[in-house]
């Protein structure tokens, strides 16, 4: 396994290197996407600065635990953790937006969290078949791509768009939440926070009514709560 230099500055390595990894929990050392090949790369959170050139090439972290997204206005590439077989948190601190199924069968992965000021929005079948994502904060993104959360148990998702609903793509055959053990009918149930303004506008709003006439979904106001 290829380490990069320890005696070069991160602001040298990242001038040089178009896919680099910081690894946040392991010291100091900075790896390149395709020098991991043996399952013994970082453990722990590490932090990706750049969108990896291919997707896939995380697959062999099978010690990262968590994945801190902060790549500016980069896009996101198709499977581009799919999968971190070992992950069980996502932060996207800054993204431009993502493509298709950039977390498939990730299906460890428990909570994603958006920083409260980013707004890229997912792509279709972005979270498919992660089937332990129980907790999603959306931060201010305004759209959900289709299929985006297909097999996803969410429990509690948090929508902080205060300038009209976040809309769920329900074109063709595949709408945003398919086949999701609790949001579809019979589904167990979850709870879904919105800013107290929008909450009515939620329960009327056509690209939602679908989901919410399975009396499956709670609406709360996320002013008063935990996660105001």
């Known amino acids: 396994m290829k380490k990069a230099s320890l005696t070069h500055t991160y602001e040298e390595l990242n001038n040089s290197l178009k896919t680099i990894v910081n690894v946040v929990n392991s010291g100091p050392n900075e790896y390149t996407i395709d020098s991991i ?4 790369g970082p453990s722990g959170e590490i ?6 050139i291919a997707g896939g090439k995380l ?7 968590s994945i801190v997204i902060d790549v500016g206005t980069e896009k996101l590439i198709t499977y581009a953790f799919s999968p971190v077989p070992n992950m069980r948190t996502a932060r996207i601190k800054s ?5 298709q199924r950039v977390f ?49 148990p969410l429990e509690t998702i948090i929508l902080r768009k205060t300038d009209g609903c976040c809309a769920c793509d329900f074109t063709g055959s595949f709408p945003t939440f398919d086949y999701s053990p609790t949001i579809d009918e019979g589904g167990t149930g979850c709870t879904i926070y919105v800013p ?33």
């Open 104 to 152: 498939l069968g990730c299906t460890n992965l428990e909570s994603v969290i958006y920083d409260r000021t980013c707004a890229a929005n997912s792509g279709s079948w972005m979270f498919d078949g992660c089937t332990s994502l129980k907790f999603l904060d959306y931060g201010i993104s305004s759209r959900f791509g289709g299929a985006a959360f297909k097999k996803c």
């Open 47 to 52: 932090t990706i600065k750049q969108s990896p």
């Open 95 to 99: 993204a431009g937006s993502f493509d």
């Open 37 to 40: 090949a043996d399952g013994t």
């Open 196 to 228: 107290a303004a929008l909450i009515d506008a939620y329960k009327s709003d056509t690209n939602w009514a679908a989901w919410d006439a399975y009396g499956t979904i709670t609406w709360k106001t996320i002013e008063g709560s935990e996660y105001e």
């Open 59 to 65: 697959a062999a972290y099978v010690n990262v635990t």
